[in-house]
């Protein structure tokens, strides 16, 4: 097959044989795709319209005295294929009246060798669909007449089809496009045909139906354009998946496209040429058009049959065109004409594509098992990866309420994490974030207009009553604390002082309109209607309420509450925060040593008591140990003394001579026997109370074992109650920094801050044991070791005091979020 121009329309020229073939005037050459009309200058007047004599058109192929086989091989069956692989195929043939397009698309119906190529078509779709068993191919047919721009159904006579339409006139017939630009003629029948001949039949009885006018050119000439379609629907029989192809190939016969003045009609015949030639122009214009790519607007709506047309010509549709021409010489300006329009169709861009879709049905079931493998595969991998108990599907209930509850904690400062283990629970804490503030919200205005109501100032008769209630305002009329506002806050008052006064105006609602002349009623100023002495928070939105109030002093002024309740309402708690975290939280926390110290009075009185009981005995013990130890010292300097003096006795009784006795005995003097003596009742005494030093070392290590858990004990207790009455945050604590446990001793995790005193206490103690051990051997240490533990004690202090103190500039109910279970790679979330 001969082609050029693999992105655009094809066109091949089809010559109507004929005996008087204008050889001098038409060439081709030998490339066969090139026809040159040569017109001679005493033949111009013949050529209407055409100014140049030589004209050259290259096109995709030549189709000069080809059989109907040929043709269709050449221009059709490569089309066919296709359609039945998914793409949709158009087959235009244009030309002029009588010249063969009839001949070509239908052929001669009587006679099977002359047949076109519709039967062609259908015999080849046919013989594909018996060979393809793996497919379940379902062939639909329709056949569309477009007459005067009005549209026939040409199958409408038959009985079955898809879209009945009563006649088959385009009243009940619209041109619809789909949402993919797919293009279809409401209430043209479709007729499924499972077989050649059945589609046969079919475009039998669309040929007996269509309008022939006789015409003075052609007696079997036809007015009208044919649109013979073939619907190809698709599916894998061995794949079950949703997905499947459509197409359809059009078989158009075009009506002549001659000028009006050559058929020299009239009347009916000259309505159908002017209605002709207006589709074929705007058909031109389509073209033209569509060639052009500047273009944005095509206009295909101007006509049935381009509208019918939009998705068949150009861009997805593979496009071909048969221009059927004469060869005779008289026709040779219509040739022009036709080969001109050939070449313009030339032009058009197409990019086919395969029509995939998917049965929504089928998808849908497609989806739902991969989703139920996804989740297989997500649950494995979880497991794998420890995470068993992360859950993707939509929380329940209870697991909201958890949710709220975990942030409610959080944003009461219970707990500093919040549990985190898939998106879908990231989603629900914003949620319950914003719920919950919004009910904090809603739970301090109510709190305040409990509290307080809302005066406007520019009201005398208000301001007045507050003042009579005996509260105090300033000089610009602000209760104290306010600020300068038109409206100024006033507390409801708790005290009976206060109330006192107001009782006497609340006993006489009725008369307060009357008390000041001019103003409108007062008396009934409660909006809630629940009389004078209901404090309705409803009641102070606006300036009017407050005014009512005004001259109700008693109803603002007058509560229940003694003055303990008035000390609550200094706090603005939330309802489910305990009395005792809301007294716990004053809005300047103490630093840790004051702290301490308090704590040390309240709560932490009863350990700190064991703690000094238990300091006390150990200290008592250290007494007695450190008096042993120079005891022992002192004997053992003793025991040194004795012996060199000893020595000297023996070195002078050698040197003056030994005494000897009749056993045979060494002689020595009292004053050596009193060493001697002496000597041994050291070492007796040295004995013993080195003994002793060591059971009372024992004792003592026991005692500050005591110590040391006392102190541990009260030191994570005050860590844990100041942490959750004044911290925000996560800090260092002073087991972290290092210091406040003793070595050997086991740091609990949440040891945190040792106050100064216990530090300095500490290390007293640490000094004094230390200065026991070494001071038997180094008695000059003394000095040294009491200066390090003084620079030790003041590092130590330096140390508590940096430790770091309630963060006054982080806002209240700032979340921190972290993640438990955290998998690798995953985002980790910061607010
Ligand atoms: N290639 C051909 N070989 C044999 N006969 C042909 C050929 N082309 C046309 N004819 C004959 O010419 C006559 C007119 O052809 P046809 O009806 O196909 O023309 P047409 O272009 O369809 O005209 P119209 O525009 O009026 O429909 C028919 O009798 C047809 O058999």
Partial sequence: MMSSGRNRVKIFVRFRPTPNFAHDSVEFLNDGQTINIHAKKEDKRQTVNNQLLDWSFKVDGILHNASQEQVYETVVADMTTKALNGFNGTLLAYGQTGAGKTYTITGATENYKQRGTIPRAIAQIFRSVEEQSDQAIVIRVSYLEIYNENMFDLLSTLPEGSSSNNGGYDNQMTIVEGANGSICVKGLSMHVANNEGEALNLLFEGETNRAIASHSLNKNSSRSHCIFTIHIESRSRTESNAKYV????????????????????????????????????????????????????????????????????????????????????????????????????????????????????????????????????????????????????????????????????????????????????IGAIFTQFRSVVLEMERDINQQYKNKFLLLDKSDSDAMLAVQKAGLPLDDHGNYAGTSETAFTVVPIATQQATAAPASKQKQQPPASPKRKSGKKSRGGGSPTGRGPASPSPQAEPGAKPAKSGATQPSVQLATTDGAESTKKEESFPTDSVTEEKKTSRPSTPPTRPQAFEEFKKERGQEINRILNENKTILMSKKRIVRDLAHAVNATKHMIDGTRVALERKKNERMEQGEFVNEEGETVIDEEEFQLISQLKNLKQTYRHDYDELRNVKTEVEYCQKLVDQCRQKLVQEFDAWYNDSFMQDNHETSASVGYGARPGIIVPARLTLNSQQANLEDDQEKFERVQQELLMDHQDSAAFYNAKMRTRRRQIYEKAMAQPQPNRQLPPGVPQVSMRNKPPNQMSYVY
């Avoid at 050559?262 to 058009?289: D, H, P």
């Avoid at 593979?318 to 026709?331: E, H, K, L, R, S």
């Avoid at 794998?384 to 942030?407: E, P």
């Fill in 246 to 425: 459509t197409s359809k190939l059009n078989l158009v016969d075009l009506a002549g496209s001659e000028r009006l003045g050559k058929t020299g009609s009239e009347g009916q015949i000259q309505k159908e040429a002017m209605y002709i030639n207006k589709s074929l122009t705007f058909l031109e214009q389509t073209v033209i058009a569509l060639a052009d790519k500047h273009r944005g607007h095509i206009p295909y709506r101007q006509t049935k049959l381009t509208h019918a047309l939009k998705d068949s010509i150009g861009g997805k549709c593979c496009t071909t065109m048969i221009a059927n021409v004469y060869g005779d010489f008289p026709q040779l300006d219509e040739t022009i004409s036709t080969l001109r329009f050939a070449m313009r169709m030339k032009c058009v861009p197409v990019e086919p594509a395969v029509n995939e879709h998917y049965d929504p049905w089928l998808l849908v079931r497609e989806l739902d098992a991969n989703i139920k493998h996804l989740k297989q595969e997500l649950d494995m991998h979880n497991t794998l990866a420890n995470r068993a108990q992360v859950s993707y599907s939509s929380l329940s209930d209870g697991q909201m309420n958890d949710i709220k509850k975990q942030v409610r904690l959080f944003l009461e400062g219970k707990t500093s994490e919040i549990d985190v283990t898939s998106l879908h629970q």
